[in-house]
């Protein structure tokens, strides 16, 4: 069975940290990203890595504040937000791609993964 389960969101001020995880089981997944979604708007892509962990790319938005960063002995997927703001507030989802992924490509839309978590919200204050 294939679960995805977030946790680490939370309410937290302006220029605040939080570290997301994810916990992953069932099959190996060559790709792993997080993506987030605010009220009235579409989800978007936020931080991938590939399987080895070597490969991370990120949205424009969130560079160098943003790490993400992945536990393959723990089965775990981790988002560290740094310098948090009022637009950061969504919800974060976790997710996996079990397909084939070629080396060198960004995977960084919705369809390119095939596995999705249930999201934890994070909230920022001003």
């Known amino acids: 069975q294939v679960q995805l389960v977030e946790s680490g969101g939370g309410l937290v001020q302006t220029g605040g940290s939080l570290r997301l995880s994810c916990a992953a089981s069932g099959p190996t997944f060559s790709r792993m990203g997080w993506f987030r979604q605010a009220p009235g708007k579409e989800r978007e892509f936020v931080a991938g890595i590939g399987w080895s962990g070597e490969s991370t790319y990120y949205a424009d938005s969130v560079k160098a504040r943003f790490t993400i960063y992945r536990n393959n002995a723990e089965r775990t997927l981790y988002l560290q937000i740094n310098s948090l703001k009022p637009e950061d507030t969504a919800v974060y989802y976790c997710?996996?791609?079990?397909?084939?992924?070629?080396?060198?490509?960004?995977?960084?839309?919705?369809?390119?993964?095939?596995?999705w978590g249930q999201g934890t919200q994070v909230t920022v204050s001003s």
């Open positions: 997710a996996g791609r079990t397909r084939l992924a070629y080396s060198g490509r960004y995977y960084n839309g919705i369809g390119d993964f095939d596995y």
